[in-house]
């Protein structure tokens, strides 16, 4: 997805992170959704650009869309990541430079690789539930991948385990002794986990990952800490495992993944390494020129335009 934020981000290359602490809490900023829903975004911030390759969390709900035009964010470019979309509850219409058109229901994921450069728009249907619950994420791509041909997948189905009354769905990677179907060009991980009964849970981690935990629905206590939807809590690596409660309902987003040893630079919707690489794709998208981007049809609507970074 999009939005009228505009944010520059520059991680610095760190194989282990051994400058961040063991674990931190970090509050969310709102952000406005295309035509005017409300999101909570978690990466990148200030004080943490990223998990792994996760590179970007948005928190998308849960709203009431039915008074509403819902999600309506028109065609616009990436270049270098991968945008991962998991859908909890409502419906989102995805059409994209490649030519797909794809609608995602509540337990399916969306992944589409930009490589080299891609655009793609996002909406609500005309008809549709009233509810809408969602996250949606970007992955940087490695230096040797940033380049590659895009494409787009769909997956209707992800694999479930339960742990201690947690029901677990593996939506990225491997975690839990299962594996999620979409491929991914950076070692990491991504687990829907709903309580379904409100007891102690011990969660097995991979010592060479770092983490974060996100609150989508009720709260859960971490080693005698609360959390809720308010804060991301994010975890060094090191650690083989995590004592979780979850009050019965509550619903939290586990990501992870080997921390990223190459520097990014983000702006707007791209993925670079440099000032110049980024100034040319927002000169080309704006001129309409780059072959890349591709064009999106069937769009009832505008797209948007890149805005220029500070440095010209």
Known sequence: MSDKSVEASNSKTC???AERPSSRRLQGSQKTLGTGMTIE?????????????????DHIGPADISQSEGVQVGPHPHTGLQTFTWMIEGELLHRDSLGYEQLIRPGQVNLMTAGRGISHSEESPLERPAEFHGAQLWIALPEQYRFIAPAFEHFPSLPKTNIAGLEITVIAGDAFGLSAPAKFYSPLMAADCVALDSQLAVLALKPEFEYGVLVLEGSINIAGEKLDSTELLYLSCGRESIEITANKS???????GEPFKEDILMWWNFIGRSKAEISGFVADWN??????FG?????P????????PPWG
């Open 301 to 308: 609507g505008e797209s948007l335009s890149a805005p220029v």
């Open 287 to 292: 001129a309409g020129e780059s072959k890349d």
């Open 41 to 57: 975004r978690f990466l990148p911030t200030k004080q943490l650009r990223m998990i792994g390759a996760w590179a970007f969390l």
């Open 250 to 256: 509550s619903r939290f987003l586990l990501i992870g």
């Open 295 to 299: 064009k999106v049809e069937g769009y």
């Open 15 to 17: 194989p282990i992170r």
